[in-house]
């Protein structure tokens, strides 16, 4: 997430008030970059829909295992207030394993076939252009 401004951030995409200059930023750019933005932003909303998935998941768990909890309590005779505790712990499970799923979607490696050497070069010519004519200065 880059903080220049003009920078192409897939995470734009998801903000309404950005997509006007978001989509200025994407006629600007060459087709291998926007093939590779392209590829960023479908790995974003994958990671989104995964994520919007385990808290949902995790919603559900917590709700029948605390509608079960009550039900073992109520038939059950003495203290056995811990049940309680045991919808809290797989919630806690379901939203670490997705938030692992997430991750590791976000950290794919691009398929061979975008050209990330030239991508870069490009970017790296563009950069030393702007410190040049700043005089190193950013």
Do not use: C
Not at 50 to 63: D, F, N
Not at 116 to 136: C, H, M, P, T
């Amino acid at each position: 997430m880059s903080d220049k401004p003009g920078s192409l951030d897939p995470e734009q995409a998801f903000d309404p008030a950005k997509h006007d200059e978001l989509a200025e930023a994407i006629k600007k750019l060459s087709p291998e970059e926007a093939a590779f933005f392209l590829w960023k932003l479908e790995i974003s909303v994958r990671k989104r829909k995964v994520q919007l998935t385990g808290y949902l998941v995790a919603m559900l768990i917590w709700l029948v295992g605390m509608v079960g909890a009550l039900v073992i309590y109520g038939l059950s005779e003495g203290f056995i207030g811990y049940v309680f505790l045991i919808p809290f712990g797989l919630v806690g499970v379901t939203l670490w394993a997705f938030g692992k799923w997430a991750e590791r979607i976000s950290a794919q490696k691009p398929p061979p076939d975008l050209s990330l050497e030239g991508i870069s070069s490009v970017n790296a010519k563009d950069e030393s252009r702007a410190a040049s004519a700043g005089n190193g200065v950013r």
